[in-house]
C-alpha cells in the first residue's frame, strides 16, 4: 500500500512556517506565544514522525514477545516527552512577562509599548 | 487504514493552525489551540507515541489552554486589527525557509522507512533489545527516561523548577501602587475588598456557580487523583509516568478551584507549601542520584540501590518518577494559582 | 467496522473543525470543542483496537479529563456572567459579536 | 464457542455502526441547525448517545480481558456524567450571559437581540 512518503514532513513545514509567521508578522504578544506554540507542537511532530516504524507498534514491550514484535524508536518519544513539559513551563514563563507588561504599560500590543518607551 | 487517519489529521491540524493564524479574537483563538493540541495528540498516538499523547492531552489541552484563559482575563481579549491583511516580508520569509526546509526534506528517508538511520543506530537498538534484561520495565520510554537517560531529566526537571521561580519572581511580588484593581475570576471576596461598593452583588452569583457542577466536580476530583495516581505508578507497565501524572493530578486541584474559587483549593495546598514542594521533588531527585554515589555506583545509578541490580533499578524508578511528578505537579499547580489569583491590573502609566 | 466508524469520526471532526473557525460567538465554539474533545476520546479508543493495543485506553481516559476540565475553564474565565468590568475597558471585545 | 464470537461481532458492528451515524447526524445538525440552543440539544443528546453505543460495541471485541472492560466503562461512565454536565453549565452560561432562546422565524429574519 502506498504510504505518507514525505507528505509528513511536509505537514510539519507547513505548521512549522505558520508559527513562524505569526511570530513574525504579529505584534500581539499573547498571539505570539500561541504562534510559538504551533511552532513547537510542530517540532514535536517532526521528531516523533522520524520515531515511526511501518508496522510497528508503541515501545511497550508486548507479554510474551520473543523478539518478534516490531517497536517504534522510543528515543524521540522520550525527548519529546520532555520537551513538552519543559515548554508549557517556557509558556508559563513568557505569559507572566505578558501579563507583567500589561500591568506597566496597559497594552500587549508590541508598537504600542515601544511607543510609550520611547515617550519615556 | 492508518496512513488515511495520519493523512487526514495532519490535514486538519494544517487548517486549524490556519484559523489560528487569521482570528484576532485571541479567546477563540486559545480555544482553538486546545482543539489544535488534541488533534497533535491524536496524530502523535496514530505514529505509536503513545507517551508524547498523553503528556501532549494532559499539557497542551489542559494546563496550556487554562493558563492562556487565565492571561487574557487579566489583559486583552481581542488583538489589534492589522495595518495590513498580510504582511509581506514575514510572508516572503516564510516561504524562502519554507521552501529551503522543503527542499531539505527530500533527501529524508520515508515516513516509517524500517532502514532510517534513526531506527538503525546502535543505540536505538540497544534500548529497544536490551532494556527488559537491563532495566526491567516494559515500558521503554520509561526505561531511558528515568534510568538511560536520567541525568537529562534531572536537567529537565531543573529547567521548570527555574521556569516556575522566574513566574513567582515576575508575578508573586507585589502590585504596583496606584494601578486599578479588580479581583481575580476565581476570588469573589477579593473583588469586594477592591472593587468597593456595587461588588456585593455580584457576591451569591459568583459564590454558587452552578450547583450541578459543584456536585459532579465534588463527585469526579477524587477519581481524577487516583487516576493521577495510577498513571504514576503504573508508567513502568503502560503510558504514564511522573511527567503526566504530575500534570493530571494539577489539574484535578485546578478543576476543584475553577468550580469553587481558589480560597479552598488554596486553604488545601497553599502556595507556602506549594513552593517547598517545588523544590523537594528537585532535591529528591538530585539526592536519589547522589546516595547511588553514597553506595558506591555512579550518579543516578540504580542498581546499588537494592540487592539485585534489577530490582534496583525497579525502586530507583519508582523514586525518581515519584520526584518528577511532585516537582511537575507542583509547578503547574503554582503557576496556575499565579496565573489565576492574579487579577486585572490596569494599565499603571497614563498614556 | 472499526474503520468505518473511524472515518465516520473523521467526518465529524471535519466539520466540527470549520465551524470552530468559523463560529460566530463564543458558545458555538465552546459547543464543538466539547463535542471534538469527545469525538477524540472515541477517535482513541477505535485506534486502539485498531492497532491491536486496546490496552492504551488511559489514554482516551485523559483525553474526556482534559476536555471536560478545559470547558469548565472556558467558560470561567471567559468573562461572560459577571466580567463586564473587565470588557469595558477593552471596548473593542464586542465588535464581531453578532449573536447566533 | 464459535457462536458465541459470532453474535458479539455483529452486535458489536452494530453498535458501532448505530454510534457512527448517531454522531455523524450530531456533527450535520451543527451545520443545519439554525440557532445556539437547537444546537446544544443536538450536540449534547447525541454526544452522549453516540460514544455509549461506540465503547458498547467496542466493548463486544473486548470480552477476553476484563482490564479493557473496565477500562471501557470507566470511560463511559467519566462521558456519562462530564458530557450533560458540560452543557448544562454552557446553556446555563449562554442564558445568563442574555443569548435568548428565540423562534427559527425570529432567528432567520428578525432583529439582533440585545443582551
Known sequence: ???????????????????????????????????????????????????????GTAPILVPGDAGEVLYSNPVPHVLMLTAIVVGIANTALALSLVVRIHEEFGSIEEDEVQKMEDHV | MLNLVDVLLFFFLAVTALGLVRLRDLFAATMLLSLFSLLSAGLFIVMDAVDVAITEAAVGAGISTMLLLATLAITKRREKAPRREVELVPLMVVLVVGGALVWG??????????????????????????????????????????????YDTFGEATVIFTAAVGALMLLGGRRPKDARLTGSVLQPHNRQSLAGAGADEMQPKELHLNRILEVATK???????????????????????????????????????????????????????????????????????????????????????????LHGQHLGILLVE??????????????????????????QRKR | ???????????????????????????????????????????IALLGFLSGRPDFLDLALVYALMNFVGTIAVLRF???????????????????FEWV | MGVTTLVLDVVGGLLLAAGSFVLLAAAVAIW????????????????????????????????????????LGLILAFLLITGPVSSHALAKAAYRSGLEPRSYRRAKGGPPSTP
Open chain 3, 78 to 96: 471567559s468573562g461572560y456572567g459577571d466580567l463586564a468590568s473587565l470588557d469595558q475597558n477593552d471596548a473593542s471585545a464586542e465588535e464581531d
Open chain 2, 105 to 150: 526534506t527530500l533527501e529524508m528517508p520515508e515516513y516509517g522507512d524500517p532502514d532510517a538511520p534513526s531506527q538503525t543506530s546502535p543505540m536505538t537498538r540497544h534500548f529497544l533489545e536490551k532494556s527488559r534484561d537491563e532495566v526491567g520495565a516494559p515500558n521503554i520510554v520509561t526505561s531511558i527516561l528515568a534510568s538511560y537517560r536520567g
Open chain 2, 219 to 309: 463527585s469526579l476530583v477524587p477519581f481524577i487523583m487516583m487516576f493521577g495516581l495510577y498513571v504514576q505508578f503504573h508508567g513502568d507497565y503502560g503510558p504514564g509516568g511522573g511527567f503526566q501524572a504530575g500534570v493530571i493530578f494539577a489539574t484535578g486541584v485546578a478543576l476543584y478551584a475553577l468550580v469553587f474559587g481558589l480560597t479552598p483549593a488554596q486553604r488545601v495546598l497553599p502556595p507556602r507549601l506549594l513552593e517547598a514542594l517545588l523544590a523537594l521533588g528537585v532535591f529528591l531527585f538530585g539526592a536519589i542520584g547522589l546516595w547511588t554515589m553514597v553506595l558506591g555506583g555512579n550518579f543516578l545509578e540504580y542498581g546499588v540501590l537494592s540487592d539485585g541490580p
Open chain 1, 1 to 55: 500500500m502506498l504510504g505518507p512518503g514525505l507528505y509528513n514532513y511536509w505537514m510539519v513545514i507547513v505548521l512549522m512556517m505558520m508559527g513562524l509567521y505569526v511570530l513574525m508578522a504579529k505584534g500581539n504578544m499573547v498571539k505570539k506565544v500561541i504562534g510559538l506554540n504551533i511552532f513547537q507542537v510542530s517540532v514535536i511532530m517532526f521528531y516523533v514522525t522520524m520515531a515511526k516504524v511501518r508496522g
Open chain 4, 32 to 71: 443545519r441547525l439554525p440557532t445556539f440552543y437547537t444546537r446544544i440539544h443536538a450536540i449534547s443528546v447525541n454526544d452522549t448517545l453516540g460514544p455509549g453505543l461506540i465503547l458498547l460495541g467496542l466493548a463486544c471485541r473486548a470480552t477476553h480481558s476484563w482490564e479493557i472492560l473496565v477500562k
Open chain 2, 322 to 347: 515519584l520526584a518528577v511528578g511532585i516537582t511537575v505537579a507542583a509547578v503547574m499547580l503554582a503557576l496556575f494559582f499565579l496565573f489565576a489569583g492574579r487579577g486585572f491590573c490596569g494599565p
Open chain 3, 1 to 43: 467496522m472499526l474503520s468505518v466508524s473511524i472515518l465516520a469520526i473523521l467526518i465529524c471532526m471535519g466539520l466540527l473543525i470549520l465551524r470552530a473557525i468559523t463560529g460566530k460567538t463564543v458558545f458555538h465554539r465552546i459547543l464543538v470543542i466539547n463535542s471534538f474533545g469527545t469525538k477524540t476520546v472515541l477517535l
